[in-house]
């Protein structure tokens, strides 16, 4: 394959150069993903308040604290592992 002239740059390098993509994170100190740092807390905080539902009798609370546990469990099982 031919070289590109010298004043000519490739728009989009190839997927060889920039190498495999990764999810978002927030860097290399802290090592853990966005869906499990947001995902833990969406998931314990949604169980606390359903437990508070519970004990209260309010139906529209444990509505929400069940949605709030089961999207924190999904983002918790979609992040990668620590």
Do not use: H, Q, Y
């Not at 905080?45 to 437990?51: T, Y």
């Amino acid at each position: 394959m031919s070289r590109l002239p010298e004043g000519r740059r490739e728009v989009t390098p190839s997927r060889r150069a920039v190498g495999k993509r990764r999810g978002p994170d927030f860097g290399p100190r802290l090592g853990v993903s966005v869906p499990i740092s947001f995902g833990l807390p969406l998931m314990v905080v949604g169980l606390f308040v359903l437990i508070a539902a519970l004990r209260g009798g309010s139906l529209a609370l444990g509505v929400l604290a069940a949605f709030l546990a089961v999207v924190g469990v999904a983002l918790l099982a979609s992040g990668k592992r620590l």
